[in-house]
């Protein structure tokens, strides 16, 4: 193996949230000896190798297995897969199509987003700009214990608890905006706006625990550098800790998405499971990808099986998609983010 | 509104040039937080407004139009501006503490009814969604062993996907493995669970059993291991490689004997959290290894139980019995995963590398 003296560019690709704001990774040693390289070197070298390419393989293998399960399913199917918004995969004809589900999906997860990413912010400045050393210390860590609370105790606390509260607040949004369509309902109830409000809950914590580690990494001298200016704290946030935050901050918020797309029980408890795709957001209706896969498909058999396989599959792409969004906005902001000091 | 108009502060020694400009008093954002509660209280009790979220919102709300009002007339703009985005960042703080402290305290209170030595140590062998008892043992027998087998198969995998990309990897390759990592992370947790019945269970045909739900857990675990470990392994000094090369020990040695024992706390720490995450995971569960009411032991054969299993088919009775037994499994599982994030924070509190 040589040592290419360029390599060093292979590390300003972003690892992760922690180094994708690292301002200069360290060059790493790639300097073996050009002499020899002894057969226990090769071997372990190529034993790290074939893990690393074990998990192309892994890859591989998800998006294959999961079109090949797919394939029949659609191919008996009498619907248009992205048009039909019903779900009856196991009558004769199967018809299904993935329009509703995915629609729940984008939905709840866009309300999530919309009230947990401002808030975590929120709270992610609050720990590490406003709160008092000692304080934010022991709040650092409640929100990440917080983080790690399961789905599934979201989602039962949201069922029980938060839905029944939820009615109150929703009848309000429905009289204050209801000339707003989105804010009309005939009833209200087991929506997608509490299921956004329960997913915006469980995201908050791993958005905000995130977030809190790049703030951390703002160098002090920024920030000093801002106050010694004359700055007020808000100004010193928005032109030190903000910028050099930001790509954290995204591909934080991109990890969110991702969760609040896949989440699959707390939604399954939350939304009643109905196939359809309704302007009206405080209407108990809807369903989502992920929570149909979990309630569909005790009772699914094999084309069924398959349709939710195939519908997992839209579900795949889409995070894929965002992912690949978010990656190339973090590459972009980091040559602009002059944070290379 | 200028910064410079008052003219004079009397007290010799403070501020005789006015650089500061007039501010508020310190009690002035109590006395105005202390006036938008009372006011949304006023509202709650003589208008037919009933939801306690609305009137916490209402007083946030209140607080941080009355606090840049008043701000904005004594101290001007960019002090407001100031005074505005701190009483956002605080309220945030605020309204996102009071559901995440509600959701511990509703498990806390509603899990204790059940939460006793005959709930640890009975199965639901033969209990109805309508009887009362019937317990966990067989739930948290299935979560121990499903984990376990998880972390068997992707600590070693993970570690040494790390290991090729802090050491080896250059070039293509380790980008694109890199990239893909990220897009584990990213995986929606149901998509491993349907992955592994497209899989193992339909394609292979092996069937429910407790193994398959750790291999769909291992697909959760590899992004976390490998990132976790990447970062430890990152911050091992250089100087540390280069004296193990200069006293001519080989590469793999210097990584097995110098640069992963020097890392080893973090990566503990690290698999730590990663075990505490998978053990929360309903969605591949579901999938891969059924359930069951009764107890098996072995992870191969047969459907098996778990803890987040457990608490969603028990939360989706209606009947109060079944979700008394919910609660109680929540607070089970959440107080196991706390103490497996308090043991990785020791680790990584006494053997902090930097």
Not at chain 1, 316 to 324: A, D, E, R, S
Not at chain 2, 31 to 45: D, E, K, Q
Not at chain 2, 64 to 81: D, K, N, P, Q, Y
Not at chain 2, 82 to 100: E, G, Q
């Amino acid at each position: 193996m040589t040592t290419e003296p360029d390599s060093s560019a292979d590390d300003a690709e972003p690892r992760g949230v922690a180094s994708a704001t690292d301002p200069a990774p360290a060059p790493l040693a790639t300097t073996t000896s050009k002499a020899r390289v002894g057969i226990a070197d090769l071997i372990f070298k190529n034993l790290t190798r074939t893990a690393g390419i074990g998990l192309l393989v892994l890859i591989a293998a998800i998006a294959a297995f999961l079109v090949l399960r797919a394939t029949d399913a659609l191919s008996a199917n009498t619907g248009n897969f992205f048009g039909t918004q019903e779900w009856f995969p196991n009558q004769t004809p199967p018809k299904f199509g993935v329009a509703a589900t995915l629609f729940g999906t984008v939905v709840t997860a866009f309300i999530a987003m919309v009230l947990a990413v401002p808030v975590s912010v929120g709270i992610a400045l609050f720990i590490t700009v406003y709160a008092p050393r000692q304080l934010a210390s022991v709040l650092g860590y409640i929100v990440d214990l917080l983080a790690a609370v399961p789905s599934v105790v979201y989602g039962l606390w949201g069922l029980i608890v938060l839905a029944p509260h939820m009615k109150g607040t929703q009848l309000w949004l429905n009289d204050v905006l209801g000339w707003i369509p989105l804010f009309d309902a005939d009833s209200v109830g087991r929506s997608f706006f509490v299921a956004g409000v329960v997913l915006a809950i469980m995201i908050l914590p791993i958005v905000a625990a995130l977030s809190r580690e790049v703030f951390l990494q703002v160098p002090n001298a920024h920030r000093e550098a801002a106050l010694a200016l004359g700055a007020t704290r808000w100004e010193m946030i928005r032109t030190a800790v903000l910028p050099y935050g930001r790509p954290g901050v995204i591909s934080a918020s991109m990890l969110g998405l991702g969760r609040a797309m896949g989440e699959t029980i707390a939604v399954a408890l939350v939304l009643p499971a109905s196939f359809k795709i309704s302007a009206h957001w405080l209407e108990p209706a809807g369903n989502t990808i992920a929570a149909n896969v979990a309630n569909g498909w005790g009772e699914a058999n094999d084309i069924g099986r398959g349709a939710l396989i195939a519908s997992g599959l839209v579900l795949f792409v889409v995070t894929m998609v965002v992912n690949i969004i978010a990656r190339a906005i973090i590459a972009r902001r980091r040559d602009f983010s002059g944070s290379s000091a | 509104m200028s910064t410079a108009t008052v003219p004079e502060p009397a007290v010799a020694g403070e501020d005789r040039l006015n650089l500061r400009g007039a501010a508020l008093p310190r009690w002035a954002p109590l006395a105005l937080a202390a006036g938008s509660v009372a006011l949304s209280l006023l509202i709650y009790f003589v208008t037919p407004v009933d939801s306690e979220i609305q009137i916490v919102l209402m007083a946030a709300v209140l607080f941080l139009i009355s606090m840049t009002v008043v701000s904005t007339v004594v101290e001007g703009s960019r002090r407001a501006r100031d005074r505005f985005a701190t009483t956002l960042v605080y309220t945030a703080f605020l309204l996102a503490v009071i559901p995440l402290v509600a959701v511990l305290v509703s498990v806390i209170s509603k899990g204790a009814k059940r939460f006793d030595a005959d709930f640890f140590t009975h199965s639901m062998n033969g209990i109805g969604a309508r009887d009362a008892g019937g317990g966990i043992y067989h739930a948290i027998i299935g979560t121990v062993e499903q984990v376990l087998l998880a972390s068997l198969m992707a600590v070693p995998f993970g570690l040494l996907v790390a290991i090729y990309l802090v050491e080896y990897g250059r070039g293509r390759i380790s980008r694109v493995i890199s990239f893909f990592v990220d897009v584990l992370t990213g995986l929606p947790s149901i998509i491993a669970g349907l992955f592994v019945l497209a899989f193992w269970v339909l394609a292979l045909g092996f069937g429910f059993s407790g193994f398959a739900g750790s291999l769909a857990l291992v697909v959760l675990m590899i992004p976390t291991v490998v990132r976790s470990s990447e970062e430890m392994l990152k911050l091992v000094p250089n100087e540390l490689r280069e004296a193990g090369y200069a006293l001519g020990v080989p590469q793999w040695r210097t990584i097995l004997r110098v640069v992963v024992p020097t890392a080893l706390p973090g990566i503990v720490t690290g698999v730590m959290l990663a075990v505490a995450r998978v053990a929360g995971e309903t969605a591949p569960v579901l999938l891969t290894v059924f359930g069951t009411n009764l107890i098996n032991s072995n992870p191969f054969s047969g459907e098996q139980s778990s803890l987040p299993l457990y608490i969603y088919s028990q939360a989706g009775q209606p009947q109060q019995f079944a979700i008394d037994r919910a609660w109680a499994a929540a607070l089970a599982l959440i107080i196991i995963i706390m103490l497996l994030n308090l043991i990785a924070r020791l680790f990584a509190g006494r053997n902090r590398l930097k």
